[in-house]
């Protein structure tokens, strides 16, 4: 089984600074990767997602992530923050070939201060 | 919007009381799972099924039974609910091919 490790549990940052939420997974074996986003009393929300092709994806709103294979990592940046992105971020891996297990990390509070 | 409902959204009950949990989608997808999610533990699987009557065990599925006879629910059942079964629980739905989870708005129970 994999397992995925947020090791920043809060993270604090001012408004217009940039952010990094780290994670890694455990194996090496072919995995998807998700960033997950959950705004108060909602559930979770996609964000973006590393299936294959270029190692960096983006999502909409400017958070970007790179898939770093030899390092088992899937760290997720946004170089300008703002209070919106206020949330609560998960990482979540599936392996490639089973694919019905998602395996998620304990979560990464973001805190945008004014 | 994966067009998937949890009911009910909010729940109190009593310790040794039968519980369960309705999730509805209308989409007519393939793969349904049962979370739970604890503060300092994530997201963490119950069980899931991949088809009417096809389900398996997830990471924490003791004390929890599913039950899935049409594509679009998927009923969890705490058959005599503890006080460690307080959390809140989500519903995620995934298609054939696709391989992202989407999840649903979430159920708050309360065990006490």
């Known amino acids: 089984a994999q397992s995925v490790t947020q090791l920043d549990s809060q993270v604090p940052v001012f408004e217009e600074a940039p952010v990094e939420l780290r994670c890694n997974y455990s194996s090496s074996v072919s995995v998807y990767l998700f960033w997950y986003v959950q705004y108060p009393n909602q559930g979770l929300q996609l964000l973006l997602k590393y299936l294959s092709g270029s190692t960096l994806v983006e999502s909409i709103n400017g958070f970007e992530a790179e898939f770093n294979k030899s390092q088992t990592s899937f760290h997720l940046r946004k170089p300008s923050v703002h209070i919106s992105d206020t949330a609560e971020y998960f990482c979540a891996v599936s392996d490639r070939f089973t694919g019905n297990q998602f395996y998620f990390g304990t979560g990464t509070s973001l805190t945008v201060i004014p | 919007d994966a067009g998937i409902t949890q009911s009910p959204r909010h729940k109190v009950t009593e310790t040794g009381t039968p519980v369960t949990l309705r999730c509805h989608q209308t989409?007519?997808?393939?793969?349904m799972y049962w979370y739970r999610q604890d503060p300092g533990h994530g997201l963490r699987l119950i069980h899931y099924?991949?088809?009417?009557?096809?389900?398996d065990k997830g990471e924490v599925s003791d004390g929890y039974s599913v039950s899935r006879s049409k594509t679009e629910d998927f009923l969890l059942t705490l058959e005599s609910a503890t006080s460690s079964q307080t959390s809140v629980y989500f519903c995620?739905?995934?298609?054939?091919?696709?391989?992202?989870?989407?999840f649903g708005p979430g159920t708050r129970l309360l065990v006490l």
């Open positions: 995620a739905i995934r298609s054939t091919g696709e391989e992202t989870q989407y």
């Open positions: 989409e007519n997808h393939r793969y």
């Open positions: 099924s991949y088809g009417v009557k096809d389900t």
